[in-house]
């Protein structure tokens, strides 16, 4: 079973920039590379919504909207970690920001773009912007 664990967030001004990262353990290397992986951000009295999320291979990476052009997902395999560039940060940008992992298949990261759907989560890093 893989464990997720979150880091990286933090209050900043509108504008500004955070770089969050993802760190999984507890599969072997080669595992770890069978998953797609995603981030999604949470605020109270709102369901959970997807962010960006990247396949197994690191070949394809998928965004919301809002996030195109700001974020930027990347994973560095070698280090069993996925990172999520936050850049241009806004207000609405302001939320529990977790990262979750999913099986290797073309439907399962569908999932996660559509459906904020996963298979294992981690705890959550929050990001707050002032405005």
């Known amino acids: 079973q893989v464990q997720l664990v979150e880091s990286g967030g933090g209050l900043v001004q509108a504008g500004g920039s955070l770089r969050l990262s993802c760190v999984a353990s507890?599969?072997?290397?080669?595992?770890?590379?069978?998953?797609?992986m995603g981030w999604f951000r949470q605020t109270p009295g709102k369901e959970r919504e997807f962010v960006a999320a990247?396949?197994?291979?690191?070949?394809?990476?998928y965004y919301t909207d809002s996030a195109k052009g700001r974020f930027t997902i990347s994973r560095d395999s070698a280090k069993n970690i996925v990172y999520l560039q936050l850049n241009n940060l806004q207000a609405e940008d302001t939320g529990n920001y977790s990262c979750?992992?999913?099986?290797?298949?073309?439907?399962?990261?569908?999932?996660?773009?559509?459906?904020?759907?996963?298979?294992?989560w981690g705890q959550g890093t929050q990001v707050t912007v002032s405005s």
């Open positions: 979750a992992a999913e099986d290797s298949s073309y439907i399962a990261i569908q999932a996660m773009c559509l459906l904020a759907r996963g298979n294992i």
């Open positions: 990247i396949s197994w291979s690191g070949g394809r990476t």
């Open positions: 507890g599969r072997t290397f080669s595992d770890y590379l069978s998953y797609n």
